[in-house]
């Protein structure tokens, strides 16, 4: 796939697409349905056909969306195993 997609905030200001680097970008907390549905919006703007179901990148390889890291715990929190 030659494509990646990114997950940032709402109120982030990135464009959808950065040419530059081959990267979608999302807003974080939308479902996977949600996150497919907004990266077939972009490709099918560049002119990529979409198949039914599922998204394509131009080299015709299925776009596999990895779940966003989860976010990093706290610096003052304390967590303890042996409780």
Do not use: H, K
């Amino acid at each position: 796939m030659c494509i990646r997609v990114r997950y940032a905030s709402v109120r982030s200001r990135e464009t959808p697409w950065d040419a530059d680097n081959g990267v979608i970008t999302v807003p974080d907390g939308l479902s996977e349905p949600l996150v497919l549905r907004a990266v077939r919006a972009v490709l099918t703007e560049l002119a990529i056909p979409q198949p039914d179901f599922g998204a394509l990148c131009w080299c015709g390889a299925p776009v596999v969306l990895v779940p966003p890291a989860p976010e990093q715990r706290g610096g003052d929190e304390v967590i303890i195993l042996d409780a």
